[in-house]
């Protein structure tokens, strides 16, 4: 005998062949402990009702069981080692959705309409806060935050430092040009204070090379620079000081999204870098997202503005995006570039995808994939292609321009 199992927000339910209800097994009067069952069962895992309930029917003589949930009906199948079959959607499930209340009160779950209304609300809101919590807890978010936290700290220290670059340059202008490195300049200034301190015995203290210290110093003897009463100095050295903190916060946050990336998308992390692979899952609104985009869209991630802009005026599209500060991408050819970029995105593709969906670690074979690609682009094309000749027409109006532009001259 066949026997259809749908599941519903009071309980799971059992209708036979001629859509009767004959057996109920009913989820507790709590609706958080209501909602999780639901939830599982959404998600194809098998619970204690339903498992009660097939064991109750098997009993009774049924033996082939109906349900609408792929995954549910395999992992019953698996387990208790029964014949399943797959309707989605049922007849018994309709009829259960036309007119849930009056199952339920049949059921003896509630005693009114209004007391069903009540429990569905109760649930609905308990299944969606499940839901919201999920999707909150996912660990591609967080790396999303910390990459983001990271651009706005290097902004907020460059902007700093400009400052400390001015203000400090009343008193050593010269130094500005001599130190780029910003962590390098706010060390020596609260280490050093006044420029008559930036002797070559000091900075070698403070492992500045011989060379560079010794340029430093002797400017320092004949610069141009106002003098700074104490108190002047010692607002610019706590200044420096809260930026060499910050420069602490940063190297401590980019560990954390190391080896938060390690966690979430290993693949990503060994194809593209911690940082890079982070940027693009933000921009991506995470991992998922990111995972569902095809290799196209990947190559041209961050510049939107560029790529709407060529849709719009028929100009070249760009051939890349936020994929340009890949090292691989970064130093090559200008002629490269373009083939390069592809060959990138499509192994970013493979990999999100791997991260986000198949949890296999792959990143290795796809590194070494792509390098192989790239060498065979390096060898193909290591000349620029010719430039084609301009266009008769194209020539003329070129020419006709330049003429006019003289006469206006």
Known sequence: MKVAIVESLF???????????????LFPKKPQSAAEALVKIEAGKMTDEVSSLINALKDKGYDAFVFENAG??????????ISVELSKPSTAGELLRSKPESFAIKSGFVKDASDFDLWTHNVTMEITKMRVK????????VVAQAVQSLDELDKTINMLM??????YGIHFPELDRLLDKHETYARLVVKLGSKDNFTVENLEKEDVPNSKSEAIAKVAEKSMG?????????QIQ????DILNLYKLRDGLESYLDSTMEEVAPNMKCLAGSLLGARLIAISGGLTNLAKRPASTVQVLGAEKALFRSLKTGTR???HGLIFQHTLLHDAKKWQRGKIARALAGKLAIAARADAFGHRLIGKELKAGMEKRIDEIHQKYEQPPP????KPRQERARREKWRKHRRER
């Open 134 to 141: 999920g999707a909150v807890e996912k660990r591609d978010l």
């Open 162 to 167: 400009a400052r400390v670059r001015e203000w």
């Open 72 to 81: 549910l009906a395999k992992e019953v199948e698996t387990k208790l080692g």
């Open 238 to 241: 706590s200044l420096c000081k």
């Open 387 to 390: 430039l084609p000749p301009p």
């Open 11 to 25: 309980g799971v339910l059992a209708f036979d062949e001629e859509n009767k209800l004959i057996a109920t097994v």
């Open 317 to 319: 599209p760009p051939k």
């Open 226 to 234: 106002a003098d700074l009463n104490d108190a002047d100095l010692k």
